[in-house]
Nanobody, 117 residues
């Protein structure tokens, strides 16, 4: 069993920044391959924002390239999404997602990000 604890969401004005963090814990044999952040806006499907492999390779949605940065600490099983120059259209619930080697994949409960003046 794996638990994901997300933090860092909130209300910010357009142009502002937020930092989302996700910490994975649970099995002592936890081997995380990929970590990622997804977002889901009201009435929309969940979609990938950014992902990072255990080797540090990253990928981003076109809408966030140049504004968001994903990073991870393999020793601590944490992933961080630094979000800069936020726009109203970034408003959504953001979910942490991890893929493990032998324990399957897991979702966090989500954290609300609201960009509004």
């Amino acid at each position: 069993q794996v638990q994901l604890v997300e933090s860092g969401g909130g209300l910010v004005q357009p142009g502002g920044s937020l930092r989302l963090s996700c910490a994975a814990s649970g099995s002592i044999m936890l081997r995380i391959i990929n970590m990622a952040w997804y977002l889901q806006a009201p009435g929309e499907q969940r979609e990938l924002v950014a992902g990072i492999t255990s080797g540090g390779r990253t990928n981003y949605a076109d809408s966030v390239k140049g504004r968001f940065t994903i990073s991870r600490d393999n020793a601590k099983n944490t992933v961080v999404l630094q979000m800069n120059n936020l726009k109203p259209e970034d408003t959504a619930v953001y979910y942490c997602h991890v893929v493990t080697l032998i324990n399957g994949d897991y979702w966090g409960r989500g954290t609300q990000v609201t960009v509004s003046s």
